[in-house]
């Protein structure tokens, strides 16, 4: 979780030269967190499971799906199983936010996590991708809880990266 956070704001800057907001970089820890059983089950740096998307690399992993309101597992060769790669975490991590950042698909639900409404966030996540086939209601709640957890644990360190980073110029 620490090396995610850290691996978030600087993805961030990098990205957008400019500081990220701490909940939009809580959002994006704690949707990774949910997507990837608390980091247990990422693959290849994918942070946000993304499904293998043109010109990516990609492997193959068991998967569990909502479809018509089951849960479904699904198992390679299966392409539901086909899901990007990256060749290193800053990869990874730059990837997964540019995927939500630059994605007409996404753009509402993007205005949602620069405004740092986790529940907003996954409404349109789900209405306009979906990005996500788990019932609203649960992801929302998991999502939630996870943002609460992130906000109180990485508070300190946010404020200390802050102070660290006040002197970049853009």
Same mark, same amino acid.
């Given at each position: 979780?620490?090396?995610?956070?850290?691996?978030?704001?600087?993805? !961030?800057?990098?990205?957008?030269?400019?500081?990220?907001?701490?909940?939009?970089?809580?959002?994006?820890?704690?949707?990774?967190?949910?997507?990837?059983?608390?980091?247990?089950?990422?693959?290849? !740096?994918?942070?946000?499971?993304?499904?293998?998307?043109?010109?990516?690399?990609?492997?193959?992993?068991?998967?569990?799906?909502?479809?018509?309101?089951?849960?479904?597992?699904?198992?390679?060769?299966?392409?539901?199983?086909?899901?990007?790669?990256?060749?290193?975490?800053?990869?990874?991590?730059?990837?997964?936010?540019?995927?939500?950042?630059?994605?007409?698909?996404?753009?509402?639900?993007?205005?949602?996590?620069?405004?740092?409404?986790?529940?907003?966030?996954?409404?349109?996540?789900?209405?306009?991708?979906?990005?996500?086939?788990?019932?609203? !209601?649960?992801?929302?709640?998991?999502?939630?809880?996870?943002?609460?957890?992130?906000?109180?644990?990485?508070?300190?360190?946010?404020?200390?990266?802050?102070?660290?980073?006040?002197?970049?110029?853009?």
């Amino acid at each position: 979780e620490l090396e995610a956070f850290n691996l978030f704001f600087d993805g !961030w800057i990098s990205l957008f030269k400019e500081i990220p907001t701490f909940n939009s970089i809580c959002i994006l820890l704690a949707q990774t967190a949910l997507e990837t059983g608390h980091f247990q089950f990422m693959k290849n !740096w994918n942070f946000g499971n993304i499904k293998h998307t043109k010109n990516h690399d990609y492997c193959l992993y068991e998967c569990g799906e909502f479809i018509h309101g089951q849960f479904k597992m699904f198992y390679p060769p299966d392409p539901v199983c086909e899901f990007n790669s990256y060749p290193s975490a800053k990869d990874g991590i730059v990837e997964y936010i540019s995927f939500l950042a630059k994605r007409e698909l996404y753009a509402s639900a993007w205005q949602q996590l620069l405004k740092g409404d986790p529940v907003q966030y996954c409404k349109e996540l789900k209405e306009n991708g979906p990005y996500f086939t788990a019932p609203l !209601w649960k992801y929302t709640g998991v999502l939630v809880k996870l943002f609460d957890q992130f906000k109180t644990k990485f508070k300190e360190l946010f404020e200390l990266k802050l102070k660290e980073n006040q002197n970049l110029s853009f």
